[in-house]
């Protein structure tokens, strides 16, 4: 009997689905990673997010445990939207507050900065924080989109050239160390807070009246945690039930807000101009001195163009395997790049980790890595975490952007840009033509950042 009615409500939830997607128009799967990967034709109603989102949820309960790599029905499937890869993980948003993905009101604490203007942070405490290599990328012109020699979708083209200034992005992805590190020097300064406004205690983060990261008392996937008033990487059970830091890992659970907050800290740690506005979540133009996230152009550029051709994956190749790319290749084993074998999600590796010294994963020590390393010398541009840009996603932004330095449309969006691929995407989800789509708010397991500055 419970099996029979667990079929009636399977069967019932699914034609739920495919009504509300039919009427919504986007071309999404119910499937938990539809809102990560999905690929929107055009904008839907506040109504029909919530509704999706309603949907998302139920599709979640269905999930058996995260030690176990499952596939799971498709409910609503519109034909022409991106084929999800099978063996992906869910990756679920979670975001605290209610299910229409309204966030609690912070408090206002841009009175408690220094003023976002030249000079404003003249007098701060300066801070010593261990920041990896940047790569500097001379300015010049590449074809951005999907090769036509590539299978892609349509949102990826039409082929087109883009020039762009001089640049720098991060070698490798911001890890959960250098993420604390600036938690902390924020705290300090009172720009933290609790989902109610008070000053932050514990659980989810909050700046500016957003969410900006997950903490392990917030949820079980963050690797991050807060005791005794400060962050710190957490540690986590490996191979052979070895505890493992998650210090040099990518730091995930982190929102859009949560990377621009990190961009603006650093760089006032570092003696250097705030990027954005957190008032308004504007980037300041012109462009400033301090970090930011990279476009959607510059980090296509410095994950694919070798100043000739335009590579398949971000590590110099148009093929690839679990000896270069943390990433799923079949749906049999959780997490098959996953290369300290680690129990639960995220199975994230740390940064940098396919270089061709480490081991592909610690029960075969003899079977190195390959490097892994994008064009210009950055590692994890595919697999490991998916990584947020600066842009508002638009199906078609590719038939108007401006050929000189794209920064996205300037009307807001629902979505914003997230490119990479990760740990729980097949191949064709680390493709550097793939555009990928996240609301701002939302805290994924699977989502992280990179660094970029203006040369």
Sequence with gaps: MKSLLSLKMLVSLCVFCSLALL????????????????????????????????????CNDWTLSPKIETEKPKCGFIPGSPDLSEGE???????????????????????????DVPGGWEGEDLQEVVLREMISIAAGCFEMGCPESEDGYNNEKPLHTVCLDGY??????????????VLNWAHSRGLLSNADGTPYTNNAIYAYGQVIANTESSSSESQIVFSNGVFSARSREGYKGQMFSMADHPVVHVSWYGAVCYCNWLSRTQGLEPCYNTSTWERYEPVRNGYRLPTEAEWERAAAWDGEKHWKYGISS???????????????HFGNGNPLYLMTHPPTSPVGWYNGINPIRLKEPEKLTHPGKS???????????????????????YTESPSSNPTGPQEKMIYRVVRGGSYHQAATGQRTARRDIAQPESLYRSTGFRLARTL
């Excluded at 029909?48 to 309603?54: A, C, F, G, S």
């Excluded at 605290?96 to 841009?110: A, C, I, L, M, V």
């Excluded at 148009?318 to 049999?332: G, K, L, Q, R």
């Design 23 to 58: 009427a919504s128009g986007a071309e999404e799967e119910c499937d938990s990673q539809a809102k990560d990967d999905a690929v929107v034709n055009r904008p839907v109603s506040s109504v029909t997010v919530w509704i999706v989102d309603q949907i998302h949820q139920l």
């Design 89 to 115: 993980a869910p990756d679920d948003p979670d975001v605290p507050g209610d299910s229409e993905g309204e966030q609690p009101d912070g408090p206002d604490n841009s009175e408690g900065e220094s003023p």
């Design 168 to 181: 720098q992005i991060g070698m490798y992805e911001l890890t959960n160390e250098e993420f604390v590190d």
């Design 318 to 332: 148009d093929d690839i395997s679990t000896s270069s790319i943390n990433y799923v290749y079949s749906a049999e």
């Design 375 to 397: 064009p210009v010398g950055a590692y994890d541009m595919s697999g490991n975490v998916k990584e947020w840009c600066h842009d508002w996603y638009h199906f078609d932004y």
